[in-house]
């Protein structure tokens, strides 16, 4: 079974990187930086539109 992952930009050192969609820990391997892009997958909100 395929393992689906999202592609994310580092917004300080602006490293991209792959991570499973299962993983939580979201940081950049390379600086630690919690500050984000996601450049490619399904967003972790579960709600994106209110009603």
């Known amino acids: 079974m395929l393992e689906e992952t999202r592609r994310f930009k580092c917004a300080e050192c602006g490293h991209e990187f792959e991570l ?5 820990d979201l940081k950049c391997p390379e600086c ?19 009603s």
Not at 20 to 24: A, L, Q, V
């Open 20 to 24: 499973s969609s299962k993983d939580k």
């Open 32 to 50: 630690k930086n919690k500050i984000l892009f996601l450049l490619e997958g399904e967003s972790m909100k579960k709600n994106s539109c209110s």
